[in-house]
């Protein structure tokens, strides 16, 4: 028996016995749960899912119709969900790199203002601040009758923006093929450029050169007339304007508030970020004669990215959760949908156990992502 | 971390007796707790609202009192619980509440498939829209491109898309959780038109800056009889719901008034005297006191003051009876005999 005193057998042991306990729990639950719904005569299953839906989905990042199946509904659900917390991820990244910088600049001035916008955003909830935002849209803005001209083509009222949509009748593939080119091209070249310069130490022009490998052979194509752009410009229908891009007011207050939060976020993990970076870095890069800018960009950020990327990875999980408050304003997110479903078929234990499924599968997605590039851009120890 | 263990088994076992807890049936349950639990909309004036001195008010409202009337000789021995358009079957299923007084439309797919029975219908309902007056549209078959707002509950979305399909005609849906925000966008011209039942229409209108600006149009697109909802295989409480109903239906037929029946407790009429529990021993066949409809009528009134005090032409709703007259004055509610 001298096994039971092994310090490593009795570590995996409790283990075995902790997961096998919850196990034991969770099934318990599932099986009270469903004899439970039998009992009562409650249909139970995923049956559902590959009905008809039969209603309709205004704003949907892939094509549906009352027609498709329930399943399709809820992938249009996730589809609209992942649309605008990338967005938001994106657009609100960007910003706060800005503002995050802003806050420790020596303009007094500028430094303040990044406070009271940081302060502003993050002490008050997003629910709030989607209301205000959807708000003063529809509130502000005329109705579509009245609905501003501000361009040819483009309208502005409280329905949204409607903007001339294009459509690429021919040369298509042509057109996404040299710009995908270009780009390979323009990446490989910028690597090559930046090689170069490290082992010479002489400036060269590879950041032109890559622009110009991007954007010549579609230009090219364009001049060849290879392309065949159709202009669908909205027009004044019966209540509404037809054609066109519609950007819906339910979108643009949720990518809104979604990207001012997320900026909030990480405009005070950047500054947290940066001051964590040695004073002595700062000396160093003056001494070698970098302007405070070239600093910054070249030697104190790369180092404050280490830092960055798992407080980061948090920020990107809450907009992605956040997004859910979609439904308070009206945008079709993954849980308004699921909402009507529910409501329809009224196996919400199911429903629920969906949209929780896909918000645990996407969170843990972008958990790897970003672990992965965290440990891509790691100090590695030598 | 072996504590959290313990609290989570005791959890487990915990859920698992509530799994076995529902031997009792549903009238044992209301006796032994002294009131009746009964699920009702949010915030919704005219069916279940609070007045201002916090006592719930309306058609949904007074029909919940009606049972704890018939129960316990006394209209107020009841909580309400304001139930979640999503979650409300689930708190029926559950045994959190034990009738479901909600606006809620009795339809085939949840009379099958969501382990409950449906009561009596206690109002003819249909879902309309509701459009500005300055529209200039008179009828919703005009209304093809327009966007129409609504809430994602009950089946209002599956029909407008249905009705729209039917005529062949595209147009904007937008859905809000919450009926604040519904009403705020139709109000500010986010949407041309807002569609729920007809009730429903009238209660928004009801809080409008100017009610007159706004019409309901006449087409009605679907059939929402909206009826109170009670857990199945348990007939006993399910009668209990449906006489009380029915008590409030048989007594407008009769004349029986909250005001005069004291009166007609001494009434020669056979029928009345079997109502009110004069002769015979109906409540007793239901595990009642004898007097049950008594005290139903004399807390709630019949059908007709309940109609006309929460949703009639007198109020802010300012319905008609409609398809809710009686059947001898050309509606459609009707009891069966008691007796």
Redesign the interface.
């Known amino acids: 028996m001298a096994f039971l005193h092994d310090m490593r057998f009795r570590a995996y042991f409790y283990q075995i016995v902790a997961i096998g306990f919850v196990a034991l729990v969770g099934w318990t639950m599932f099986s009270t749960a469903s004899g439970n719904l039998a009992k009562q005569n409650i249909a139970t299953g995923f049956d559902f899912l590959t009905r008809p839906a039969g209603f309709v989905i205004t704003e949907s990042a892939i094509a549906f119709e009352a027609t498709d199946t329930v399943g399709r509904a809820i992938l249009v659900g996730i589809a609209n969900t992942v649309k605008v917390s990338l967005l938001a991820a994106i657009f609100g990244t960007m910003l706060g790199l800005g503002v995050g910088i802003a806050r420790l600049s020596h303009n007094p001035l500028l430094a303040r203002l990044a406070l009271v916008y940081v302060e502003l955003l993050r002490n008050v909830p997003l629910l709030l601040y989607l209301f205000l935002w959807y708000s003063l849209i529809i509130l502000i803005l005329p109705p579509v009758k009245q609905a501003l001209h501000l361009l040819p083509g483009v309208y502005l009222s409280n329905s949204g923006l409607v903007v001339p949509a294009a459509l690429v009748e021919r040369g298509g593939i042509a057109l996404f093929a040299c710009l995908v080119g270009g780009a390979a091209a323009a990446l490989a070249i910028r690597i090559a450029s930046t090689r170069r310069r490290v082992a010479t130490g002489q400036s060269n022009h590879g950041g032109l050169i890559a622009l110009a490998a991007l954007l010549v052979p579609a230009l090219l194509l364009w001049l060849a007339n290879g392309v065949a752009v159709n202009w669908d410009f909205p027009t004044a229908g019966k209540f509404r304007l037809t054609g066109g891009l519609h950007v819906r007011p339910e979108f643009v207050a949720l990518l809104f508030g979604l990207a001012l939060s997320v900026s909030a976020n990480v405009a005070e993990i950047v500054r947290a970020g940066i001051q964590a970076v040695n004073k002595g870095q700062w000396e160093a890069s003056a001494a070698l004669g970098l302007s405070r800018g070239k600093a910054m960009r070249l030697v104190v950020l790369p180092q404050a990215l280490r830092i960055i990327i798992p407080p980061l990875t948090n920020t990107y999980l809450t907009v992605f959760k956040n997004s859910s408050l979609a439904i308070a304003i009206g945008y079709p997110d993954l849980v308004m949908v699921s909402n009507t479903v529910m409501n329809q078929t009224g196996q919400a234990i199911e429903t629920i156990a969906i949209f929780m499924g896909v918000y645990l599968a996407l969170s843990i997605a972008i958990s790897l992502l970003m672990n992965w590039y965290n440990a891509h851009v790691a100090l590695r120890e030598r | 971390m072996k504590q959290a263990?313990l609290s989570?088994?005791a959890a487990?076992l915990g859920?698992?007796a509530a799994?076995s807890a529902s031997a009792a049936t549903t009238l044992e349950t209301v006796k032994a707790r002294g009131k009746l639990v009964c699920g009702v909309s949010l915030a919704t004036p005219g069916f279940a609202a609070p007045d201002d001195k916090g006592r719930m008010q309306g058609f949904d409202a007074d029909i919940c009192r009606s049972i704890a009337a018939a129960v316990f000789g006394d209209g107020d021995k009841v909580e309400f619980v304001p139930t979640n358009?999503?979650?409300r079957?689930?708190a029926l299923?559950s045994g959190e509440i034990d009738v479901l007084s909600r606006q809620t439309t009795h339809t085939f797919?949840?009379d099958a498939?969501?382990?409950l029975d449906f009561g009596p219908t206690v109002f003819y309902d249909g879902q309309g829209l509701m459009v500005p007056k300055s529209?200039g549209v008179s009828s919703a078959k005009?209304?093809?491109?327009?966007?129409i707002?609504t809430l994602?509950?009950?089946?209002t979305?599956?029909n407008i898309?249905?009705f729209f399909?039917a005529i062949n005609g595209k147009?904007?849906?937008?859905?809000?959780?919450?009926p604040d925000?519904n009403r705020?966008?139709f109000y500010?011209?986010?949407c041309?038109a807002i569609t729920s039942d007809r009730s429903d229409l009238a209660s928004i209108r009801a809080v409008a800056n100017n009610p007159a600006d706004y019409i309901v149009l006449p087409e009605t697109i679907s059939k929402e009889p909206l009826a109170p909802a009670f857990?199945?295989?348990d007939s006993q409480w399910g009668d209990i719901v449906s006489w009380s109903v029915w008590m409030l239906m048989a007594a407008e037929e009769k004349g029986i008034t909250q005001a005069n029946v004291d009166e007609k407790l001494k009434s020669e009429d056979p029928d009345v005297q079997r109502m009110l529990g004069a002769t015979e021993e109906l409540g007793k066949m239901l595990g009642l006191d004898n007097k049950w409809g008594y005290n139903v009528i004399k807390s709630v009134g019949n059908y007709g003051e309940v109609f006309e005090r929460n949703v009639g032409e007198g109020t802010k709703l300012g319905l008609t009876r409609g398809p809710n007259a009686l059947w001898n004055a050309g509606g459609l509610i009707y009891s069966p005999p008691i007796r």
């Open positions: 263990l989570i088994c487990a859920l698992a799994g358009i999503n979650t079957f689930q299923q797919s949840r498939s969501l382990g529209l005009e209304l093809t491109e327009a966007a707002c994602p509950g009950t089946t979305a599956q898309s249905d399909r147009f904007e849906l937008v859905v809000f959780e919450s925000e705020a966008a500010s011209g986010r041309e857990r199945q295989n």
